[in-house]
């Protein structure tokens, strides 16, 4: 029981390290796509990565910051 809860509590606090730095998490991504989606395919790590990457600093010529 008490294994039970703190694994619990070490993947959620992974996962919201990960957030914090701003690396996407692929595991919780391809969860999504076969619950919600199961259609659709779902795209590799290094696809997913990249295109985490282009939405977060902007790509094809844009730029999403400031400076």
Same mark, same amino acid.
Not at 22 to 37: F, L, R, T
């Given at each position: 029981m008490? =294994? +039970? &809860?703190?694994? +619990? /509590?070490l993947i959620?606090?992974?996962?919201s390290m %990960?957030?914090? @730095?701003? @690396? !996407?998490d692929?595991?919780?991504y @391809?969860?999504h796509?076969?619950? &919600?989606? !199961?259609?659709?395919? @779902?795209?590799?790590?290094p696809? =997913? =990565? %990249?295109? %985490?990457?282009? /939405?977060?600093y902007? &790509?094809k010529?844009?730029l999403n910051?400031?400076?």
């Amino acid at each position: 029981m008490i =294994f +039970k &809860a703190l694994n +619990k /509590a070490l993947i959620h606090t992974k996962q919201s390290m %990960r957030l914090m @730095v701003g @690396v !996407p998490d692929y595991e919780m991504y @391809v969860n999504h796509m076969k619950i &919600a989606h !199961p259609e659709q395919s @779902v795209m590799s790590y290094p696809e =997913f =990565f %990249r295109e %985490r990457q282009e /939405a977060r600093y902007g &790509a094809k010529g844009r730029l999403n910051r400031c400076c």
